[in-house]
């Protein structure tokens, strides 16, 4: 069953966005792809798409993609967006609509293929901005996620996987405190020793991570990785004290990352450390915190820098 939604811009279809090009008549631009959310029609340099006709104006119109629908939307031209020959102020376009803009005909044509591009460029959007949420609670990890993402990434890279695992891996780096929405300020920025009523409120966050994200069918493949990030090679991590290879190798990967990260960043409680102390640190951690082999791979990439 097709969901539906009913607002200002009419009915819309809950489902995945269809490829869509204008063909565009008479213009040197010849065909064009609609593969971004919105694409601004005109003849000015802050356009989307440029048309070098004077009884276009600088900013004319736009069209909206929509789920698998795209409307016309006049921006106050001076000469009117028409729809098959009728003047529109916003309307839903049908496969092969001609829109007329100035002297510039254009036609719409929607396809059958589904647009992955686009698919990916909003799921990516949308995995950002749950990042930022998290850093905006806590401002001594503002750009930790992202680090610990890049970090992963190389681990993942180094150790031989397939680009599209590499790629996954570096999602779950960037959303692997995701769960830190839920957590007190108060106990993000304190300088001193949490209390152990409070480390266990901390300690949540992998569960409440996973909660978060379950909902995101594209991200149900890195649940096991941001739920157990913060388990230990040896058993005595949270939140189900797996050990060894019993860990996902995502979250083993994370773990190696996030920790580096964490100890070479400046935290309420202490100084950043420096490449020497974390790699002197991550050795000792090595077989016990954490997974040896990534371990040993994570230092032979922070002595390459």
Do not use: C
């Not at 036609?107 to 589904?114: A, G, S, V």
């Not at 790629?167 to 152990?196: F, N, P, T, Y």
């Amino acid at each position: 069953m097709i969901e539906t939604l009913s607002g200002e811009l009419g009915e819309l279809k809950l489902e995945e966005k269809r490829l869509a090009i204008l063909q565009i008549a008479n213009h040197s631009m010849g065909i064009v792809s609609l593969d971004t959310p919105q694409v601004i029609i005109g003849r000015s340099a802050e356009v989307d798409l440029h048309i070098n006709d004077t009884y276009i104006s600088k900013i004319h119109a736009r069209i909206l993609a929509l789920h698998n629908s795209y409307y016309i939307e006049d921006l106050s031209s001076r000469n009117g967006t028409m729809v098959n020959g009728e003047p529109v102020k916003r309307a839903l376009l049908a496969n092969k609509d001609v829109i007329s803009l100035g002297r510039t005909n254009m036609r719409f044509i929607q396809m059958d293929t589904i647009d992955e591009n686009y698919i990916k460029k909003l799921n990516l959007q949308m995995i950002q901005s749950l990042a930022l949420a998290v850093e905006a609670k806590d401002p001594y990890t503002k750009g930790h996620s992202e680090r610990v993402a890049e970090l992963s990434e190389k681990l993942a890279a180094t150790m031989g996987y397939l680009q599209s695992e590499v790629e996954r891996v570096r999602i779950a780096g960037i959303l692997h405190d995701i769960g830190k929405i839920g957590v007190s300020e108060v106990l993000l920025g304190k300088k001193e020793k949490l209390e152990e009523s409070e480390y266990e409120l901390v300690k949540l966050h992998s569960m409440e991570g996973r909660n978060i994200l379950k909902p995101l069918f594209f991200l149900n493949d890195i649940l096991p990785a941001i739920y157990h990030h913060h388990e230990r090679f040896d058993g005595k991590g949270y939140p189900e004290g797996l050990s060894g290879k019993d860990i996902p190798l995502w979250a083993r990967i994370i773990q190696v990352a996030d920790t580096y990260a964490a100890m070479t960043s400046d935290r309420p409680y202490r100084p950043a450390l420096t490449d020497e102390q974390a790699i002197k640190e991550i050795t000792n951690s090595a077989g016990t915190q954490l997974d040896p082999v990534i371990s040993h791979v994570l230092v032979k990439i922070i002595k390459s820098k």
